[in-house]
């Protein structure tokens, strides 16, 4: 069986800090570029961050550059996403994809991957 399988999020106060989990089985995440992309409701899917299989580097959409930064743990078969100084515009279902690409206008995307999980809920409030 392949699977993705997210996990660590929850309900945080706005500036506080949560670790998501991306967990693959079935499969060796680390040869492939993760992406974590997000949906609140009634909007599209957003592409958050990119980290590529090769050489590890990472790519993050403008909202949450300098707050969230997404690792791996190929020990573990995990891809992080760690997110601090949250916002109010931060919450939304997370969920990870094992691909993702950037495209000229820098929107990170999920290129061609269509297995999309059960996602995180990760909700922000004082």
């Known amino acids: 069986q392949v699977q993705l399988v997210e996990s660590g999020g929850g309900l945080v106060q706005p500036g506080g800090s949560l670790r998501l989990s991306c967990a693959a089985f079935?499969?060796?995440?680390?040869?492939?570029?993760v992406g974590w992309f997000r949906q609140a409701p009634g909007k599209e899917r957003e592409g958050v961050s990119c980290?590529?299989?090769?050489?590890?580097?990472?790519h993050y959409a403008d909202s949450v550059k300098g707050r969230f930064t997404i690792s791996r743990d190929n020990a573990k078969n995990t891809v992080y996403l760690q997110m601090g100084s949250l916002r109010p515009e931060d919450p939304a279902v997370y969920y990870c994809?094992?691909?993702?690409?950037?495209?000229?206008?820098?929107?990170?995307?999920?290129?061609?991957?269509?297995?999309w999980g059960q996602g995180t809920q990760v909700t922000v409030s004082p």
């Open positions: 980290i590529t299989s090769r050489y590890d580097s990472t």
């Open positions: 994809a094992a691909d993702c690409v950037v495209n000229s206008d820098y929107d990170i995307m999920p290129g061609g991957f269509d297995s």
């Open positions: 079935g499969f060796s995440l680390d040869e492939y570029d």
